[in-house]
């Protein structure tokens, strides 16, 4: 049950894309197609972004895309808005009904 | 639209106990395995636990095994955390969310514990 790994922080001007990785391994990342991506603003609840590694619910922009390769996980946000600031954390299913989540990295919209 | 509320966080000393409760609401509460999720200050999201539908089955993170029992009463609506032998490390804010076997899609506010002498 060890954290996913994720780089602490990210940045990019407005109108750009960033990518967030995320790497686990076989017994979990690389294991399932269960990859969730939520966005977290200061004192507030997580937001599920994607799931399923790459499925968006209603209402999240198309901006927002995931994908997977082997033991790693990425999610790109295109067309870098303001208020895409915020935490971004992975989460992977771990096997026998257990998940586990990156350590979170920071988006800087500068 | 999905309503979680958590409450029954506190202040609690080092080997204290505390109940936390999470009401749901919008949704057929029956239907759906829950987790709780928690977030040390300034830290990042640690799953806890989760339960099965019917609260035949409850998994744990290896750190709170032995110690937190997660339930549920679909009759009320409402998950619970029984968290006993309380350390210091368990000090975070305390997330129910609704467990949907690919993600969690909802999430109630928190509600915050703190374990210190």
């Known amino acids: 049950q060890s954290a996913l790994t994720q780089p602490r922080s990210v940045s990019g001007s407005p109108g750009q894309s960033v990518t967030i990785s995320c790497t686990g391994t076989s017994s979990d990342v690389g294991g399932y197609n269960s990859v969730s991506w939520y966005q977290q603003h200061p004192g507030k609840a997580p937001k599920l972004m994607i799931y399923d590694v790459n499925k968006r619910p209603s209402g999240v922009p198309d901006r927002f895309s995931g994908s997977k390769s082997g033991n790693t996980a990425s999610l790109t946000i295109s067309g870098l808005q303001a208020e895409d600031e915020a935490d971004y954390y992975c989460c992977s299913y771990a096997g026998s009904y257990t998940w586990v989540f990156g350590g979170g990295t920071k988006l800087t919209v500068l | ?117």
């Open chain 2, 1 to 117: 639209e999905v309503l979680l509320v958590e409450s029954g966080g506190g202040l609690v000393q080092p080997g204290g106990s505390l109940r936390l409760s999470c009401v749901a609401s919008g949704f057929t509460f029956s239907s759906y395995w829950m987790s709780w999720v928690r977030q040390a200050p300034g830290k990042g999201l640690e799953w806890v636990a989760n339960i099965k539908l019917d609260g035949s089955e409850k998994y744990y993170v290896d750190s709170v095994e032995g110690r937190f029992t997660i339930s549920r009463d679909n009759a009320k609506n409402s998950l619970y955390l029984q968290m006993n032998s309380l350390r210091a490390e368990d000090t975070a804010v305390y997330y129910c969310a609704r467990d949907t076997y690919h993600s969690f899609d909802s999430w109630g506010q928190g509600t915050l514990v703190t374990v210190s002498s």
